[in-house]
């Protein structure tokens, strides 16, 4: 079957291992594959705003479902097709949680990313992600508020994703119990560690992809998902044609209907190249 929409991983699978950079080859591949009329939606953990440039500024990239699918979106008329959001009263308890700790907290809302203040005053001494810090230190492009949750609460606004690193370990048995006693996220790795990734508990990607493609007109049987982690695994047994790549685990590659070289092999685009061009 003709596959119409390709569905790309960001996080090693599209960039290369430094989560920054798309390779010349693969932006390439990536490029001739929108030429020829597939549609190139990313589909990551990411917020939007923390796209690669490379990815932002590509013309023809237009439908993208970010942070595991909590949000789809449409760039070229600033609409979004779907969105499973932490409401903003549950955003608020969430980050009352957090906010006074001094903790570095990354918290993904309306394609951004919202910090304490009194974190983003203190980078320095902040935990902050090889592989952010273009994004948080260098740009600068984060919003810094007094309290992320009021902020959140008063203007209506519901969590996409939260991230957390760094927790000192005094306090993280107590913050993900907290946390998980809201009852309204879902924790990416269920368990105890120096830092936390979490969503909506209702999230499911599938929904997000559901939008784009009625928005598009194509089936699931038409779509090829490239991807290398338990996220993307639902999506690569339900396409026409899911990938896993190289640095995957073995037990999704088993799952795919082939698996591509790693991400610093340039695997996207040696599936593309095979089985798309």
């Not at 070229?76 to 700790?101: F, H, M, Q, V, W």
């Not at 339900?238 to 896993?244: E, H, N, P, R, T």
């Not at 590659?253 to 089985?275: F, H, L, T």
Request: net charge negative.
């Amino acid at each position: 079957m003709e596959i119409k929409v390709l569905f790309l991983d960001l996080d090693g699978t599209t960039l290369t291992n430094d989560q920054v950079h798309v390779s010349e080859r693969n932006m390439k591949a990536i490029q001739e594959a929108m030429d020829k009329g597939i549609q190139v939606v990313p589909c990551t953990g990411r917020v939007l705003d923390m796209f690669p440039p490379q990815l932002l500024n590509r013309k023809g990239i237009r439908y993208c479902i970010t942070c595991h699918g909590a949000r789809a979106f449409d760039r070229d008329t600033g609409r979004t097709l779907y969105e499973n959001l932490i409401t903003p009263a549950d955003s608020l308890k969430i980050c009352r949680i957090i906010e006074g700790n001094g903790i570095y907290a990354e918290i993904a809302a309306q394609n951004t990313i919202f910090l304490e203040r009194a974190v983003d005053e203190k980078l320095d001494e902040m935990p902050v992600p090889a592989h952010h810090i273009w994004y948080i230190k260098d740009e600068h492009c984060q919003l810094a508020v007094d309290s992320p949750g009021e902020y959140l609460f008063s203007h209506g606004i519901g969590i996409e994703k939260v991230n957390i690193y760094g927790i000192p370990e005094a306090l993280q048995e107590s913050l993900y119990g907290q946390l998980t006693n809201t009852g309204c996220i879902k924790h990416t790795r269920e368990e105890v560690k120096p830092d936390l990734e979490f969503s909506a508990r209702t999230l499911d990607k599938e929904q997000a992809v559901a939008a784009v493609l009625k928005e598009l007109g194509v089936s699931l049987k038409e779509c090829m998902i490239i991807g290398d982690s338990s996220s993307d695994l639902d999506m690569i047994k339900k396409v026409g044609f899911g990938v896993a790549m190289g640095n995957a685990p073995d037990s999704i590659k088993a799952q795919a209907k082939a698996v591509a070289p790693r991400n610093d092999e340039d695997g996207v685009a040696a599936m593309i190249e095979a089985y798309l061009l």
